[in-house]
């Protein structure tokens, strides 16, 4: 309060004797810890990932190698005995890291043609 400097270890002040108090700034949320790869993305399922994927084929009407190229750039390998995965509705980050791709590319293009 004084401005009178202290040593870090102590909390009251030699010289006006006000006591700091820590202040914890952390706000604690319920919800529920997943396990992050070297993306600092949730691991998941892949193939319920590639179902995401068709799901997404499907609602905008693309061709049925959209979902493998799409899956293949996610996780950075082939996906392999996925074709059995049903559709299912996609996650908010399987939408976001879509629509992130759609942005580059759209951005990418815009590049390439400019002269």
Not at 73 to 98: K, M, N, Q, V
């Given at each position: 309060m004084?401005?009178?400097?202290r040593?870090p270890?102590?909390?009251v002040?030699?010289?006006?004797?006000f006591?700091?108090?820590?202040?914890?700034?952390v706000?604690?949320?319920?919800g529920e810890?997943?396990?992050?790869d070297?993306n600092?993305?949730?691991?998941?399922?892949?193939?319920?990932?590639?179902?995401m994927?068709?799901?997404?084929?499907?609602?905008?009407?693309?061709?049925?190698?959209?979902a493998?190229?799409?899956?293949?750039?996610?996780?950075?390998h082939r996906?392999?005995?996925?074709?059995?995965?049903?559709?299912?509705?996609?996650?908010r980050?399987i939408l976001?890291?879509e629509?992130?791709?759609?942005?580059?590319y759209?951005?990418?293009?815009?590049?390439?043609?400019?002269?």
């Amino acid at each position: 309060m004084c401005a009178c400097l202290r040593p870090p270890t102590t909390n009251v002040c030699p010289n006006c004797g006000f006591e700091a108090k820590a202040v914890n700034k952390v706000h604690m949320l319920d919800g529920e810890l997943r396990e992050l790869d070297r993306n600092k993305r949730g691991i998941v399922n892949p193939i319920e990932v590639y179902g995401m994927f068709k799901h997404i084929c499907n609602a905008r009407g693309y061709k049925a190698g959209w979902a493998f190229h799409k899956s293949e750039e996610y996780f950075g390998h082939r996906p392999t005995g996925f074709d059995a995965a049903p559709p299912c509705e996609p996650s908010r980050e399987i939408l976001r890291w879509e629509k992130s791709r759609r942005i580059a590319y759209a951005k990418g293009r815009a590049r390439s043609l400019v002269p």
